[in-house]
């Protein structure tokens, strides 16, 4: 057997995808960049999948993440816990209506090389709560969020 593009999704690349339609939301990735200099300016966001579990009787995924927002300020040696906060209220706010209603089941790509997905629910399961991080400058905030999606057909 062979693989050949286009391949199936995986929910990460699902979720990246999802969180790059949200208006004002800076780039996402698994994991935060070692370049500061590159985020310092508008924030990150990074995400884990924690749990979830696919429906038993048709194609629909249903993974948990944990995704945190992050700012940092490097010359102030203060955290910008007011950013960090507002990334992921953002997020929040992108689950809800009317954004939510406006897109109902909205359409995804997860790269050229993968099938298209489609992202029927996001829903935030924790609210926003502050971390500490043993860096003295970052802001962190953390969420958890389950996407239920397909693969578009």
């Known amino acids: 057997m062979t693989l050949a593009p286009p391949f199936i999704p995986h929910s990460e690349l699902v979720l990246k995808a ?11 990735a698994a994991d935060l960049p070692s370049d500061q200099a590159s985020w310092t300016a508008d924030g990150f ?12 009787d048709q194609a629909i995924r249903r993974p948990v993440f ?13 955290p910008p816990w007011g950013k ?6 953002l997020i929040v706010a992108a689950t809800y209506a009317p954004s939510a209603a406006a897109w109902g089941i909205r359409g995804v790509d ?5 099938q298209q997905a ?3 629910a996001a829903e935030v399961v924790s609210e926003p709560r502050r971390m500490r991080f043993d860096e003295g ?15 578009a057909s």
Request: net charge positive; aromatic share 10%.
């Open 66 to 78: 944990q995704i945190d927002t992050w700012a940092v300020s490097p010359t102030s040696g203060k």
């Open 45 to 56: 966001v990074t995400f884990l999948a924690i749990g979830g579990r696919p429906h038993t």
């Open 110 to 114: 997860p790269g050229s090389s993968y």
């Open 118 to 120: 489609r992202v029927m």
């Open 18 to 28: 999802w969180l790059g339609t949200i208006p004002g939301l800076p780039n996402a």
């Open 137 to 151: 400058t970052y802001a962190r905030f953390s969420l958890d969020l389950q996407l239920t999606w397909a693969v």
């Open 84 to 89: 960090a906060n507002q990334l992921a209220e």
